[in-house]
């Protein structure tokens, strides 16, 4: 029988939150949720911003393990506002690493992001090319974790959101391709995208036996934005007349965005000893979901 542990997951109140948590809880695990609003369901509300109150909780829980999920995550938002950008993908995970360094039973796993790459993948874990405000302050905030010895995953997901009003992308496909309505598909776009399922699999995985360092967490082979699209049309047997195909530069967005951050996981393959899926495979799987 594998060990329980006291899990403390700071940014519960967004999207993967709500699948990693119970999920966590289901295999076993004390797991405490911390966020912004209790509307969405987390047990301690905190301004993680808010070093103080931060730690009140840290001290109040203790936990073996602190999983953040804490983050801006709107690119355009953060291009126009790059000091809120620097307060929570940063300044908040400074706080986390500073509580866990001062105490000998902690360890933190930082959930990072893959638009910290571009140019042509897939990218191994040194391949960093920043192109926007929200790349750059994931980054610095993977720096402030690793000063605790932290476990950073670089990531992107997708799958059933558990999260009123906060639709992931394979949701908007499905609704999107339902409507019937035109629209574009991006064919310069490219990232190897991970079921939240499959993700809170490999998180857990990394609570037993957390080590130091960035490792890239994601599908095998990867996809352009439009072959996404495609394939969720397939999984749902879904017309996909509708879609056009396009590139990011025609839309106008306030920041720029990389292009190819398909990832090679190898290396997290090989440390935890955990395959990971095809990704026309994790999509497939979400008719199953």
Not at 63 to 79: A, H, K, M, S
């Amino acid at each position: 029988m594998q060990r329980s542990f006291e899990i403390l997951v700071t940014g519960a109140s967004g999207l993967l939150g709500h699948t990693l948590a119970p999920f966590l809880r289901q295999a076993g695990h004390e797991v405490t949720t911390a966020g912004h609003s209790h509307a969405t369901g987390v047990d301690r509300l905190f301004d993680t911003t808010d070093e103080k109150a931060v730690r009140t909780v840290l001290d109040e829980v203790w936990p073996q393990i602190v999983i953040n999920l804490v983050g801006l995550t709107n690119v355009d938002n953060c291009e126009e506002d790059p000091q809120e950008a620097w307060r929570l993908n940063v300044k908040s995970v400074e706080t986390l690493a500073g509580w866990v360094r001062e105490v000998d039973d902690c360890r933190l796993i930082h959930i990072s992001t893959d638009q910290v790459y571009g140019g042509v993948g897939p990218h191994v874990e040194d391949d960093i090319d920043i192109v926007n405000v929200y790349a750059l302050s994931k980054y610095a905030g993977e720096l402030a974790a690793l000063q605790a010895d932290a476990t950073v995953l670089r990531t992107n997901f997708f799958g059933p959101s558990h999260l009123e009003g906060r639709p992931s992308f394979s949701d908007w496909a499905v609704a999107t391709l339902r409507s019937g309505e035109a629209f574009t598909g991006f064919d310069d776009v490219l990232f190897s995208p991970l079921t939240m399922t499959t993700l809170s699999k490999a998180v857990e995985r990394v609570v037993h036996a957390p080590k130091a360092g960035v490792f890239n967490l994601g599908s095998r082979g990867g996809c352009t934005k439009a072959e996404f699209i495609a394939s969720v049309a397939r999984a749902f047997d879904l017309d996909a007349s509708a879609m056009r195909h396009g590139s990011q530069a025609d839309i106008g967005l306030k920041a720029r965005r990389p292009g190819d951050m398909r990832m090679d996981s190898a290396l997290f393959e090989e440390a935890y000893d955990f395959k990971l899926p095809v990704t026309e495979e994790e999509i497939s799987g979400l008719t199953h979901a």
